[in-house]
Each structure stands twice: as structure tokens, then as C-alpha cells.
């Protein structure tokens, strides 16, 4: 077997001799096997660009020990009797590293492992063949091993998943696991996730459910391969900033929240299923709208009054799940969706007299008035938000980032700001859910529209539904 690493050889000799080697890690390839109708011993070969020929160190009898304690980094060090070298390997990808400690301890040992059977090509038709059947017999040489890193017994199974449950079952050192792709902490009443998970290169799924999470890191964000975030049954609602409060009017629901902030970079574009149910929200902001990959959304049991008016945006939403809630109305950019199933049972009744469409705008007013003409800043923010951009307050002034976080939807999908209409209109959820679960006896929930010009009020007045 073999793994491209960067490695830096250092002669243990020079040092007593007062002198100093390279200090120079080089692009490398480290192999493993054995020669072949040479020698039934295994050996490490070590080639770089420069000797493409490789160094060859022998296994059995000649590896006085192995340091594996930043393995999970990508980081060992071999050292060798002779010749006296240290081979620093670092910039390893951890689970290759890992493998490839595993067949070097089994040779060492003097175990067979079939795994290992690679054959590799020192680039002069010597061949290396990873069968390790001669190395035994050599049962003292386990012996010899002055120091293996008692973490090396990491290296037999390789973690791919933890659940803690308890809090004795809390790693002391979690950012050491590089390898989880699955994380679930239940059942800790934990109000601060631990910063070492956002350290986790590989995590898929995170499963939080069951804490006291008031808010999660920013640095969530950066997890690109996070798939699916459980954070069902914590308290993400009660948050309350500390800056927030004096940033915004406390009238205003989408104001910027900090709370929020870990929607961004890489999750956007992996994120696929996300669980806020019970979690006492009383409001989502539209930022939830840039998880674009989203298939699945659950926010049942929380105290909505409304929903995202941009939900309609989110391009591969499939399951969208908003039971028990006190939702009076759904956004009428979810007409653009195709979802497989909506759960909106236990919401408020509606009440039956509701005469739909309502115009939600003074009498006395025409649309056009109330629509006005959008103002130069209105029309280069409407620009930012379809060009997808999400400048912050170190970008432009604060100010516009408020008023960027103030984005509606129109029913046709485009964004808009104050100059905007807001009818109540009569949708069915059949024409864009294919499966619908309401409380009995329900009727379907009048939809919010907000429209971004008169052409929009237009075909709404059309084609109602
Ligand atoms: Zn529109």
C-alpha cells in the first residue's frame, strides 16, 4: 500500500555530530511491501520527485518506534535503526495515515494482512508485493518496539460514528476525531455546542436533538460536507442576543440575528435536511431561504405566526413540515414548489367568513400608489438578492445589511422591499404538494402574497390559484 504524504527525514546522527540535516518536508510517496524474489522482509519506500528510485528501510527488527499521536492530523514519525532517520510524515490524509500505520504495525507484529496485498512500483520494475506470509516467526520483534503511542489503538477501527448520551461518554479531545462523519449528542441539556464539532472535517450528519441550544457557532458553517442537522427539542427560540436588541426595532421580526449567522458558506450548498421542531421559535428568518440543497424542512411545534415568504425559493424542498404551530397563512412563493408532502395540521382554525382575496392596503389607496416607484436603493438591493450575494457589515454599512435582511418574496419568486403589495388569496396545497396532511374538518389556509409589481397583482386576479 502506498500514501502520498509530505515528509521531512531527519538523521538522528547529525545533531551529536553538531550538525543539522534538511529541515525540509518533500512531497512524497511512502510504501509498504516487499521485494519481490529479493527478500522476504517488508520494507517502507520512501520516493520523492527528486530519487524517484526511492529510499528503502527495512521493517522487521528495524523500526525502534512509531509515533502516532497526531495521526488523526495527518502526522507520524517512524523511527528507524538503521539508517538512524526519522521519517516525519505530515499533510497525510488521516484515514489513508491510518491504514497505512495499521499494515505497518501488522508487519511489524509479523501478522498477515490480506488488505495489505497492493503491490507497488519503485519505478524500477522492482516490484514491491504487500504479502506479509514470511514476516512470521518473527514473534519477538513486538519486543523491540520501545515506544508505540498507546493511541495507536485508535488505528484498529477507524471512528466513523459517536453517540453520547451521557456526559462520561463526552470526549475529553473531540477535535481529535477526524474521521466521524456522524455525531449524536442527546440528552446532555447542553446550551453551548462545543466549538471542537465544528472542527470535524468529515461529519455528515449532526445530531443535537434533545439539548438546551439557545444558539450554534458560525463556524457550522464551514462544515462542507454536513448533510443533516438535527436540533429538534432544544430552545433555539429563546435566545436573546446581546447585540441584537440595540442593532433593531424589537417590532421588527426579520431584523438581523446572530442566532442565524451560521447559515452561510459551505452549509448552504450541503445542507439537505434540516429539524427545528420544538424549539419555542416564534419566528424563522428568510436566511433559511439560502439553503438551497434543502430537501427536507421540519419546524412543527414551535410558535410561528408566519413562514419565510421566500420558502418558495428553495428549488429541491420536497418535505416541508409546519404542524402545530399558530400559522395564520402560508407564503405564496410556495405555489412555485413541487413538494411530495406538506404537514400543516394544527394550526389556528380559520375563520370561514375570511372573503378571499383581500387586499391587505388602505381602501383609499391604488395599487399603483401603494406600490410607488422603487427607489434606486430598492432596485440595486433587489439586484444583490437574485445575484445570490450576502454582503455583511464589514462589505457595505450596516444599514444596508438590515435592509437587505428585510427581503420578501413575491409569488413569482422575485425578490422586493417596501415597494411591494400584500394580498391574502385563496390557495389550494394540492397545487403544489402532492400529498397534504391537515387537521380534519380543516379548511385550506389562506396563502400571503406579497407581489413586487402590478403585472404580479395582475395574474394573481387572473389566475387565482
Ligand atoms: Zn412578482
Known sequence: MKIICDIEVSNRLLPSQSMVGSRRAVKSTLGLGRL????????????TTQNKNGNKYKVCGNVEAV????????????RLRTPPHDLCIRSADPIQLNCFLRVLRNAISGQTDSKSGSSINNGKSDKLKGDNSAVNGKSNVK???????????????????????????????????KTLEELQINGLSISRLDRQVT?????????????????????????????ELRLAHNSLGEHISSTSSSRSSSSS???????????????????????????????????????????TLKL????????????????????????SN???????????????????????????????????????????????????????????????????????PYNLVTYLS?????????????????????????????????????????TLAYLCSLSCLENTRTNPH
Not at 67 to 78: H, L, N, P, S
Not at 206 to 214: E, R
Not at 415 to 440: G, H, T
Open 36 to 47: 519481490e524474489g529479493k527478500s522476504p522482509d517488508v520494507f517502507i519506500l520512501h520516493q
Open 67 to 78: 509515533f502516532t499521536r497526531f495521526a488523526a492530523e495527518g502526522k507520524a514519525t517512524i
Open 143 to 177: 519486543n523491540r518496539i520501545s515506544v508505540l503511542s498507546t493511541s495507536s489503538k485508535l488505528l484498529s477501527s477507524i471512528k466513523r460514528t459517536l453517540k453520547v448520551t451521557r456526559p462520561s461518554e463526552y470526549p475529553t479531545n473531540l477535535r481529535s476525531l
Open 199 to 227: 472542527q470535524l472535517p468529515l461529519l455528515r450528519v449532526l445530531d443535537l436533538n434533545d439539548n438546551c441550544l439557545t444558539s450554534l457557532p458560525k463556524e457550522i458553517s464551514q462544515l462542507t460536507h454536513l448533510r
Open 253 to 295: 421580526l426579520y431584523s438581523t440575528d446572530d442566532r442565524w449567522d451560521w447559515i452561510a458558506d459551505k452549509i448552504v450548498s450541503s445542507l439537505l435536511f434540516l429539524d427545528l421542531s420544538h424549539n419555542k421559535l416564534k419566528y424563522v428568518p428568510e436566511t433559511i431561504c439560502r439553503l438551497k440543497s434543502l430537501m
Open 300 to 323: 412543527d411545534f414551535n410558535e410561528l405566526t408566519e413562514l419565510p415568504s421566500g420558502l418558495g425559493t428553495l428549488p429541491n424542498l420536497r418535505l416541508l413540515s409546519v404542524s
Open 326 to 396: 399558530s400559522l395564520h397563512f402560508l407564503p405564496g412563493s410556495l405555489k412555485k414548489l413541487h413538494l411530495e408532502a406538506i404537514d400543516i395540521s394544527e394550526n389556528p382554525p380559520l375563520k370561514t367568513e375570511t372573503v378571499l382575496p383581500k387586499f391587505l392596503w388602505p381602501e383609499t389607496k391604488s395599487p399603483a400608489s401603494v406600490l410607488g416607484i422603487p427607489t434606486l436603493v430598492e432596485i440595486a438591493a433587489r439586484r444583490v438578492v437574485q445575484l445570490g450575494l450576502h454582503p455583511t457589515a464589514r462589505d457595505i
Open 406 to 446: 428585510q427581503v420578501r418574496f413575491c409569488i413569482c419568486g422575485r425578490p422586493c422591499f417596501e415597494s411591494s403589495l400584500k394580498i391574502l388569496i385563496s390557495m389550494d396545497p394540492r397545487s403544489f404538494a402532492y400529498s397534504v396532511i391537515k387537521s380534519a374538518g380543516a379548511q385550506n389556509p389562506p
